[in-house]
Structure formats: C-alpha cells, structure tokens
C-alpha cells in the first residue's frame, strides 16, 4: 500500500490457477500480473486502474509473483515483487512508474543479492531506502541459513526447541532504488526478556509479510506469525534493528495467514 495526498492506492494480485501440490513449498499459488486499486477516502468509491505489471512482461520470472509493495522516491514509484527465477528459487525484483498506480516497467534482472518473499520498502526522513523481506516455509527463507540457497533445507522449514527463530532480512537500498547498497543483514527480533525469540514461539516469531513504519522517531517494525495468525509488532531505534516484541496487532481472521500494512493517510494511522 502506498499513499498519495489525494487517494490511497492498494496492491492486488490476480491468482491464475491453484493446483495439487504441498503447502510447504506453496505451489499452490499462481499469481499472473498485479492490478491497484485507489480510494479517495476510506469508505470511498473503489476505482481498478487494470493491469499494473505481470509476470510475462519479467524476463526473469518463471512463475509465481508474489506479494509486493511500493515506494515512491524522487517523484518515481518503485515497485517491489518476488517471484520465482528460472531454478525456482524466491528473488526480488523491481519495476518504476511516473505514478503509484502504474503502469510499471521492470528491470530485465531481479535484484542481486535478493532472495526469499514478501519485500516491504521503506523511505526514511534522510532519504535512505531499505527492503525487508523474508518467509518461511513456501518463502524459502529457512534454505538460506549457510548464506548459500540449500534446496535440501526446504524440509527442514524453521529451528526447533531451544534455537532463535529463523530472523527476516533487510538491507540499504541504493540510491536509484534498484540495487542494494549494503550486504543482506539478519533482522534480530527480541523477546520481552531482550533475548532473540525462540523458534519455538509460533505465537511470536516471525513467519512472513514484513512491514517498517515510523513514528514519533521510533520504528515499528510488524508482521505475521503464520501458522499461528497473528499479526505482531516490534520497535527499534533503527531501520536495520534491533527490534522487541512488543504485542498484537490482529488477532486469528477466517482463513490462514495474514498480511498488512500501515500508512497514514489524512491524519490518521
């Protein structure tokens, strides 16, 4: 969701198929191409701008475009997305438009470094962009603990007992947007005791749909439990963490998980 002085705009994505295949490595979605949707206000008139870009359009998008967001930097609007590469491995990719509702033209590449789902951009006071992103389970996040994408890990889904939980990413955007300007970094998630929290945790441990906003000079940095759905918060002093937990945002929603995000829009969060 990205929001403008004079109408909010909100990310859709259109399902192509759903097929028979495992939760676990999320087969099961096919997301074709993404649409935005804009409101004049809250409770206002719904308007479908169409097509804003699709998988077919992204030299290197096998399948399964994902969840994205939006950032708008220098009068352009940068699109974030992840999709499968041509080894079906989760990247992040990036596309530009003159306006949040599109249409978006993407780089020929997905951005190097990126891996994993659900990039959620953020724009700080100073100007200096980060993505977070990260998932477990179908997100792939859990085969990247070496550093080095380990396809055998796909099983293995997250720590157990007594290990921290599996941390989403984040990482400096260059100043253009399209690249990272820093290495991909663990975003540590402290419990209340201000340890990391533990794997064992599913009502508080991260599982996917990252998002950053700030307020009153701290950073709010929430996201979803997954298997336990839960939307959760945590704050920090910085963009690229610590942060700690700190409670509940949404309680369980028919259905599985949850995700969100949260921008002021008319004086109100």
């Known amino acids: 969701m990205c929001s403008r002085g004079d109408f909010t705009c909100i990310r859709l994505t259109t399902v192509k198929r759903i097929s028979r295949t495992t939760t676990t490595e999320a087969n099961q979605y096919d997301m074709n191409d993404y649409h935005v949707l804009s409101l004049d206000s809250i409770d206002g008139k719904v308007t479908d701008h169409g097509v804003a870009l ?66 959620a951009s953020f724009v700080d006071d100073d100007g200096q962009a980060y993505l977070h992103f990260g998932g477990i389970w179908g997100g792939q996040l859990q085969c990247w ?11 293995n889904m997250e720590a157990n007992g007594d290990e921290p939980a599996i941390f989403p990413r984040v990482a400096k955007l260059t100043d253009d947007m399209h690249s990272f300007q820093s290495d991909v970094q663990q975003l540590v998630l402290n419990d209340t005791d201000g340890k990391p929290i533990h794997a064992s945790k599913h009502d508080r441990r991260f599982f996917e749909a990252a998002w950053i906003h700030k307020y009153k000079g701290k950073y709010y940095f929430s996201y979803s439990t997954g298997d336990t759905h839960y939307l959760v918060y945590a704050i920090g ?33």
Request: glycine share 10%.
């Open 54 to 119: 699709k998988a077919d359009d992204i030299p290197w998008v096998s399948k399964q475009t994902w969840a994205p967001d939006c950032a708008e930097k220098n009068g352009k609007y940068y699109f974030y997305f992840p999709a499968r590469d041509k080894y079906g491995i989760f990247r992040s990719g990036v596309a530009v438009g003159d306006q949040p509702e599109g249409p978006f033209k993407p780089d020929p590449e997905y951005i190097p470094g990126s891996y994993s789902i659900d990039p």
């Open 145 to 155: 603990t070496s550093g080095e994408f380990d396809r055998e890990a796909y099983s």
């Open 237 to 269: 002093d910085s963009p690229l963490g610590p942060f700690t937990y700190q409670g509940r945002i949404l309680d369980p929603v028919q259905g599985w998980t949850t995700h969100h995000s949260i921008v002021e829009f008319e004086g109100r969060w």
